[in-house]
């Protein structure tokens, strides 16, 4: 295993109140993703990052936001929880972002239930 | 629009059989294509990469094939087993794309039956 972890691994929080995800990797990969999980939908992108304090959006970034002080961490912040952002979170990791090799090493995910 | 399909969502196969699952892709040019196998509850654990410029690639019991005049990448699993069985996601990465995003499709479930 790639060593990321990911916290905490199920919440239930209430419309309106904010959500802090955890993602902890412990390879020293420079390059790390947040993606979320539906039903019908598969993997999206949400937020990514290249570096400590370099990051971007994704394809469905309405409604987060990332900060990455250290290169071990990387949260994903939901500024005001709605019922749409009920999902499963995966954190991933990547030893590069040229096109040569990017396989991604997964965490086991969170499972947010917003009310 | 862009789109990633993967053939039925749900393939159920006898073990010892060839299981081939299929992914067809629009309005991306891949650099190359990644697979991955999730299982219930887990991340997904990457299996197989494929570049634009190769035809085949095999992995023991796995083996993907490329086809960019097609728009699609086959997966087989040759002697399946029971322990095969698990939700299959092709990736692909978009050729001129930075910092290796990864672009997935919705995955096909497999059961593979004794």
């Known amino acids: 295993d790639a060593g990321i972890t990911q916290s905490p691994r199920h919440k239930v929080t209430e419309t309106g109140t904010p959500v802090t995800l955890r993602c902890h990797q412990t390879e020293n990969h420079r390059y790390m993703y947040w993606y979320r999980q539906d039903p019908g939908h598969g993997l999206r992108l949400i937020h990514y990052s290249y570096g400590v304090k370099d990051t971007d959006k994704g394809e469905v970034s309405d409604g987060y936001s990332v900060s990455r002080s250290k290169t071990e961490d990387f949260l994903l912040t939901l500024e005001s929880a709605t019922s749409s952002q009920t999902s499963v979170y995966f954190c991933a990791t990547g030893t590069s972002g040229t096109l040569h090799y990017n396989e991604q090493f997964f965490g086991p995910g969170t499972r947010l239930t917003v009310l | ?114």
Do not use: M
């Open chain 2, 1 to 114: 629009s862009q789109k990633i399909e993967q053939n039925s969502e749900a393939l159920n196969i006898q073990e010892g059989k060839t299981a081939t699952l299929t992914c067809n892709y629009t309005n991306y040019s891949p650099a190359y294509l990644q697979w991955y196998r999730q299982d219930p509850g887990r991340g997904p654990v990457f299996l197989l990469l494929i570049r634009e410029n190769e035809k085949e690639k095999r992995k023991e019991r796995l083996k993907v094939t490329f086809d960019t005049t097609l728009k699609q990448s086959l997966f087989h699993i040759t002697a399946s087993q029971p322990a095969d069985s698990a939700t299959y996601l092709c990736a692909l990465v978009n050729r001129g794309s930075t910092l290796g995003r990864l672009y997935f499709g919705r995955g096909t479930q497999l059961t593979v039956w004794p």
